[in-house]
């Protein structure tokens, strides 16, 4: 009689596995692929981050050739955005904003061969051509009408990246017609920019640590978590385009995406703290950066070189004391 354990091949007998070593091996086999799926999610991850920091690169060229064509202005509300910011509309060439604040059209609309129709080129900046890998959230409602896709919000996802506001905000005039620059009350009762600051490279100051631009989002409504798209074509605060930043967050307590102190909030964050808890930047030197949620809210990053800080007890950032000069 054969021998249940032996097989015969051709003349001779070899020993078959018994069901203990076959689920011995398949229990070695689950675990190294349980070792390696995180292994391999860490890894995918990274290469996403590494897309989305030549996303940023490219941004940082983008806006030094503007700025080199453009007698060193920086793309934005005063500059490239002004027609708009004047009164004016969406004209459709590839280096048209969309918005006032629309910096990506007119430095990167050649670059990237952004579409001429207004539209077109809407869903071109949002949902490929200058997405982060990382970004997967889409908006929830629209604020406003004006400039919106083709299909409407319906799967436009947010904004990958978001201009810092306070080197390019929107210039408006006092009740003598004297020339001011529009920073919301609660961020000038903090931080003093310097006097005759203009949104020009060579003002900005130590170029290598200003950040430009940065993963981020328009703001969350902060009563229902909703992420909005803002349609109109002149913004004051930003709109779909600039943000004032992670340093920000604590003061700003409306709906900013980088705040995380609630449970609501810390949900929301996940949009935009995307690559492993922190952010991608890029700065104005053109070198692009991940940034740690310390480093990301350090307050001389978004602020002109020569501002004056008045009170910091609504920032994160203990590396600054009401009278400094930020450099």
Known sequence: MRNERTLFSGGGMQRAFTLIELLVVISIIALLIGI??????????????????????????GVAIYGADNRDWIPGPNT????????GSVRSTSTSPLQNYDWISPSLGHVIG????????LEAIFLTDFRCPENDATYDAQFGSGITPPNGIEGLLINSYSQVIQF?????????????????????????????YDSRIEMVGNASNKIFALDGA????????QY???????????????????????????????????????ENAKKTWRHNNA??????????????????????KYFPGGSKVIDMSEFYDDTLEPGDIIN
């Open 36 to 61: 390696l799926l995180p292994a391999l999610g860490a890894a995918r991850k990274t290469a996403r981050s590494a897309v989305c920091l030549s996303n940023l690169r490219s941004a940082g060229q």
């Open 80 to 87: 490239s955005g002004f027609d708009l910011t004047d009164g």
């Open 114 to 121: 952004l579409p001429d129709d207004p539209a077109e080129r």
């Open 168 to 196: 390019v905000t929107v210039k408006q005039s006092d009740a003598s017609g004297t020339p001011k620059a529009y920073l919301s009350s609660w961020v000038e009762s903090e931080i003093e920019r310097p006097d005759g």
């Open 218 to 225: 328009r703001y969350v409504n902060k009563s229902t978590g």
């Open 228 to 266: 909005t798209f803002n349609a109109f074509e002149i913004q004051y605060s930003g709109g779909n385009y600039g943000t004032y930043g992670p340093a920000l967050s604590k003061l700003v307590s409306n709906g900013n995406p980088y705040k995380d102190e609630s449970a609501q909030e810390q």
């Open 279 to 300: 952010v991608n930047a890029v700065f104005f030197d053109g070198h692009a950066a991940s940034q740690t949620k310390e480093q990301a809210r350090m307050v001389e």
